[in-house]
């Protein structure tokens, strides 16, 4: 398996594999508006072969009341149904961790599913005291630092790109 930036060309495979790995085209529909407004930071894809299989995205978000602290949101991560439990999502997540912090981010949070992402480090946000806009459950929306003590006393809330409101 070859993981990559995303280029431009790719963006009709990773509209078809966020299709084939949701039950609603919203996250696919999601990349297309992150692309165009909220400028990602991280986006790479996973290839095998001549086949596209994966796509994740790492965009901005920001923590209220510490706007100056570098974080960045995991969303969305998607892998073609077909080639789901083959590792091709752990691979795509460490590979953009550590891109992450190669731009020196000192966190990243993400939504999703609470059994799945603490193998990368993640843990509830409100450990920190962290809030997300959204109404979720607390064990869903999950941190992990990229500086160890980065969030230490930076208890607040996440905001999104508008982009996020929509799915």
Known sequence: MLLRAEEQRDWPAVHAVHVSAFET???????????E??????SLVAEEGETLVGHIMFSPVSLSPHPDLKIIGLAPLAVAW?????GVGSALIC???????????????VLGHPEYYPRF????????????????????????????GYLHSKSGTVHYHA?????
């Open 25 to 35: 085209p919203a996250e696919a529909d999601l990349v297309g508006v992150l692309r």
């Open 37 to 42: 407004q909220a400028m990602p930071v991280v």
């Open 121 to 148: 480090g993640f843990v509830p946000a409100t450990h920190f005291g962290i809030a997300c806009e959204y109404e979720v459950p607390a064990e869903a929306f999950m941190v992990v630092e990229l500086q160890p």
């Open 163 to 167: 982009a996020f409101g929509n799915v």
């Open 95 to 109: 590979a953009g961790l550590e891109r992450c912090k190669q731009l020196d981010f000192g966190a990243v949070v």
């Open 82 to 86: 077909k080639h789901q439990r083959k």
